[in-house]
C-alpha cells in the first residue's frame, strides 16, 4: 500500500469518526476535480454534472466505511461517480455520450504531441486539441494532494517559487520540493498514458 | 511522440511547463454549485457520523486555495466533550510535573508521583528541570513527557506540543489514533510508537514502529519505522534513520510505566521489556521459549526501569539473560547450561 492509501485510510477513519474539519477539507479538495471529472461525462451540462456529484458525495460517505485503501481515495470517488452518471444514463434511456474521454480510452499517445502542435483552423484538429487539452488538465486532476494546483500557479500563473511558498504558507525549500514531486507525478502520469498506448495520429 | 515527456533534465525542452500551459487552467465550478453540493454534503456527513454539527457556510474553496484545514480543525472544531472529562491519567512522574486545569489560566500545581491524578480535557502539563512523566490517554495509550516539556490535552486522542519532546505509544490495538499538533505541522499515527520533538522553532519526529503522517503547511509526509524527519525553520525537510533499539530512545525508559506482574508469567515482564527497549527476544531453545510464558513472578517493579526489572525479576527465576549489540535480548535457561 502506497503512503498516500495510508494517508487515505487514515482520513477516512477520521471522517467516520466524525471530524468534521476532515470531512470539510476532503470535499473542497475532491470536490472541484469530480464536477470536472462529471462535466465532460454529461455533455458539458453543469448542473447535472453537479447533481452527479452530490449524489457520488452521499454515496461515498454512506459507504466510506467499506474503503480499504486499495486505491487512492480520489480514485474511488471517481469510481462511484463514473457508476453514478452510467446510472443516470441508464435510467434516463440516454445512450452513454458519444464523446468518450480520451483518458477511457487505449490510445492517447500521440494526442500529447498534438497538443503542443501549431494551431490550425480545421475543426477536426481543434476538436482534437482541445480534447487533449481536457485530457492533460484531467490528470493534473487525479495528481496526490496538492500538485495540480501547484502545477498551474507556477505554469500558468507565473508564480516563483518564493510567491509559491508564501501562498502555502511553509519555506522556499519545502515549495521547491514539492514542485519538483508534484512535475515528478505529472511527468510520470502523462508518460503511463503515453506508454500505455498504440501510436495514433490526429485526424 | 518525441521523448521530451520523459526528460528529467532542466536544459531539455521543458515539456511539463509546455503542457501544463497549452492545457490552461482548469475550470473552476460555479459557486452557486459548489454550495449546494457542500451543504448538502455537510448534511450526510451529519447524518452519517450521528452527530450534530453547525453547518459552515461560506468561504469559496476555490477563493481560499488550499487550506490546512487539518491542521486549523483539529484544533478549532474538535467537538467539545462535556466539562471536565477525564481525558488522561498520571501513570508516573519524577521531579517536578505540574498541571493546569482548564480556566484555571495562571495556577500550576504540583503533581505527586503516584497519586494517579485524573486530568480533565484541556489540562496543560510541564515538565521542569529534569521532571519527567507518564500519561494514560486510554487503556492502550500512554503519553511520556521528557524534560522541559509543555503540552495542552485537547482530548483524549489530541496533544498539543507547545515545547519540549513527547513519546506516544498507540499500543497494539488496531484502530486507536492520535494527532499530535506542533506550531510546525501535526503528526498523526497510523498504528504506531514514535517521539515528537518541536524546539526553536525546529519539527523532528522519530518512529520507532509504524507509520506517522505529518501535515505541514499543505503538505502532506509519511514516516515509516526507522524514520526520523526534521523540518527546520524554513522548512526544510531531512530525513535519516534512527533504529528502534538506539540510544536516543532510552529517556523514554526513564520514565516507562512497569506493568504489574505479580502472578503474572515471565512472558509478560519479557515482553514489555523488549517493547520499551526496541529490542527483540531471542529463546535459546522452544523449551525455554514455552516455560517463559507458564513460569509465574511475584514481586513490584513499578519503580524500576525496563532492563532493572529483567535483572531483578529474572534472579528470581532459573532464567538468565543477555542482551546483545545486535538488538536482541537472549534468554536461556541456567539449569540447563
Redesign the interface.
Known sequence: MS?TQ??D??LA?????????????L???F??RL??FA?HRTGGN??L??EM??QT??KA??R?DTYRGEAALYSWFCQICRNTIIDWHRSNQRERATVVPLEDQANV??V??S??APATDRPETATWQRE???L??AT??VLP??Y??V??W???DGLSVSEI?D?????????E??LTRA?SA??KA??EI?DSTE?MSPP | MSDNIHDSTEAAPDRVAELIRAAGRREAPPDAIYQRVRADALQAFAARTGRRRRLRTGLSALAAGVVAAIILGVVMTRPAAPPQQRVAELLRATGVVEAMRPGAQTTWQTLMAGSRHQLPQGSRLRTAGDARAALALSDDITLRLDSGTSISLVSADHVALHTGRIYIDAGEQAGNQIAVTTPAGVARDIGTRFEVQYLDNQLRLRIRDGKVELSHASDLMIADAGEQLSIDGTGAVERSTIAPDARQWQWIEQIAHAPEIDGRPVRVLLNWVARETGKTLRFSDASVESEVGTTLLHGDISLLQPLQALSVMLATTDFGFAVGDDGQIEVWSKTRE
Open positions: 503512503d495510508h494517508m485510510r487514515a477513519r477520521r471522517i467516520l469518526k466524525g471530524d468534521e474539519a476532515a470531512f470539510t477539507s470535499f473542497d479538495r470536490f472541484p464536477y470536472r462535466l453543469p448542473d454534472a453537479g456529484v452530490q458525495f452521499r460517505i454512506e466510506l499517445r500521440a500529447l504531441e497538443l503542443t487533449t487539452r481536457r492533460v488538465q493534473v486532476d494532494q496538492n495540480g494546483d502545477l498551474e507556477k505554469y500558468i511558498a501562498r502555502l504558507q511553509t519555506g522556499v525549500k519545502a515549495a520540493s514539492l512535475r505529472f511527468r502523462m508518460g503515453a501510436a
